[in-house]
Nanobody, 119 residues
Framework: QVQLVESGGGLVQAGGSLRLSCAASGRTFSSYVMAWFRQTPGKEREFVAAINWVGSGPTYADSVKGRFAISRDNAKNTLYLHMTDLKPEDTAIYYC????????????WGQGTQVTVSS
């Protein structure tokens, strides 16, 4: 079973930057996608970005495209979300997730890390 642990969240000013990390441990799928989601109280979970662990073609939500960048370090088995030009609307709990390419839904989730952007 895969374990995902997010870190790097915190309180930042609007326009600032943060880098979130998601450390993966245990058994991973041979072909899989990792992604970032976010959620605020009273709202549904929102897709942020996704990337194949090995390969190209990251996908971003329109709301973060051009500001956020998803990447991974295979040697460290870690997923990253580099966030720049942060806005108050980016305030949320950010979750790391993983799924096999053979399934439609994400099956492994981290506990989340809080990002708060002040104006």
């Amino acid at each position: 079973q895969v374990q995902l642990v997010e870190s790097g969240g915190g309180l930042v000013q609007a326009g600032g930057s943060l880098r979130l990390s998601c450390a993966a441990s245990g058994r991973t799928f041979s072909s899989y996608v990792m992604a970032w989601f976010r959620q605020t109280p009273g709202k549904e979970r929102e897709f942020v970005a996704a990337i194949n662990w090995v390969g190209s073609g990251p996908t971003y939500a329109d709301s973060v495209k051009g500001r956020f960048a998803i990447s991974r370090d295979n040697a460290k088995n870690t997923l990253y979300l580099h966030m720049t030009d942060l806005k108050p609307e980016d305030t949320a709990i950010y979750y790391c997730a993983l799924r096999s390419l053979k399934v439609a839904t994400y099956t492994d989730w981290g506990q989340g890390t809080q990002v708060t952007v002040s104006s």
